[in-house]
């Protein structure tokens, strides 16, 4: 697999109405190194929780399955960690 730019987010895309299936926000929209395509993974910036887009670009939740088969970089398990500490720390 390829190791992502996150220096280059010049890909904002438009993906219609769409919710997070963990906490509800309004998803409209994504960023990111590459367009989105089916089975790519975010980060909701609500709750941050992570999510997987359908074959029709919506927002879901992992399966059971897809969430044990799931191999997180320590890099990103950081930014997970640092950004619900930060929404913590807001709350």
Known sequence: MDR?????????????EGACPHCG????AVAGPKKLEP???ALCIQCVELIIYDDQL?????????????????RLRTLI?????????NN
Do not use: C
């Open 4 to 16: 992502a730019d996150f220096t280059n987010w010049d890909n904002s895309q438009r993906i219609g």
């Open 25 to 28: 926000a309004s998803i409209d």
């Open 39 to 41: 089975r790519d993974l």
């Open 58 to 74: 919506k927002p879901r939740a992992l399966t059971k399955r897809e969430r044990d088969n799931l191999v997180i970089s320590p």
């Open 81 to 89: 960690r640092l950004m619900k500490q930060k929404k913590a720390a």
